[in-house]
């Protein structure tokens, strides 16, 4: 007999190695034990949403916001699953709303600046990737929105020190936050 704890384990463990599909399956029976399990739920919603599964996933981190309320990291992965079904508007408004409730949140500011990248709004995506950077001088996904906002800006001197930091730490759009 799985316990709980046993349950989630290898679900996190499955995710991690990108074997969302049979995560899922671990995160849903640790959920026919304990049906409003908020960390299942958030679990299960995450590789759901890895999986390409919105709707399910939306549904499963809506659970958990119905049932432990907002809180940023929550507010975050709802608005990746909006960005994802190309809902800018829920997406932005997730994001900005994480920010209320912490604004020191690198990757709130980053995806932030990545909706406003795609909208065209560049001053805007600009100054969200720099809070980003300015919170985290090590994030590399969002120096390589930054740089690519600095491009697109016609900003060269800028372009060239977010371009230098992007090689130095090796951040050649690798990661899902990247904006191309």
Same mark, same amino acid.
């Given at each position: 007999?799985? *316990? %709980?704890?046993? =349950?989630?384990? &290898? @679900?996190? +463990? /499955?995710?991690? $190695?990108? !074997?969302?599909?049979? #995560?899922?399956?671990?995160?849903?029976?640790?959920?026919?034990?304990?049906?409003? *399990? %908020?960390?299942? =739920?958030?679990? &299960? @919603?995450? +590789? /759901?949403?890895? $999986?390409? !599964?919105?709707?399910? #996933?939306?549904?499963?981190?809506?659970?958990?916001?119905?049932?432990?309320?907002?809180?940023?990291?929550? =507010?975050?992965?709802? @608005?990746?699953?909006?960005?994802?079904?190309?809902?800018?508007?829920? #997406?932005?408004?997730?994001?900005?709303?994480?920010?209320?409730?912490?604004?020191?949140?690198?990757?709130?500011?980053?995806?932030? @600046?990545?909706?406003?990248?795609?909208?065209?709004?560049?001053?805007? #995506?600009?100054?969200?990737?720099?809070?980003?950077?300015?919170?985290?001088?090590?994030?590399?996904?969002?120096?390589?929105?930054?740089?690519?906002?600095?491009?697109?800006?016609?900003?060269?001197?800028?372009?060239?020190?977010?371009?230098?930091?992007?090689?130095?730490?090796?951040?050649?759009?690798?990661?899902?936050?990247?904006?191309?």
């Amino acid at each position: 007999m799985d *316990n %709980p704890n046993t =349950l989630n384990d &290898r @679900g996190m +463990a /499955l995710t991690q $190695a990108g !074997r969302y599909d049979d #995560a899922i399956k671990y995160f849903t029976k640790g959920l026919e034990l304990e049906p409003t *399990n %908020p960390v299942f =739920l958030y679990n &299960r @919603g995450e +590789a /759901l949403r890895r $999986a390409g !599964r919105l709707a399910e #996933a939306k549904a499963d981190l809506e659970s958990v916001l119905s049932l432990q309320g907002e809180e940023a990291d929550l =507010l975050l992965a709802l @608005g990746l699953v909006a960005y994802e079904d190309d809902d800018y508007d829920l #997406a932005e408004e997730r994001y900005e709303r994480a920010l209320v409730l912490r604004s020191a949140f690198p990757e709130a500011w980053n995806d932030l @600046g990545v909706v406003k990248f795609r909208r065209g709004d560049y001053p805007e #995506a600009r100054l969200a990737f720099e809070k980003a950077v300015a919170l985290d001088p090590g994030f590399g996904d969002a120096w390589f929105n930054l740089r690519d906002t600095y491009e697109e800006l016609g900003l060269k001197r800028e372009w060239a020190k977010a371009a230098a930091k992007v090689k130095e730490l090796g951040s050649e759009g690798d990661g899902e936050g990247d904006d191309s």
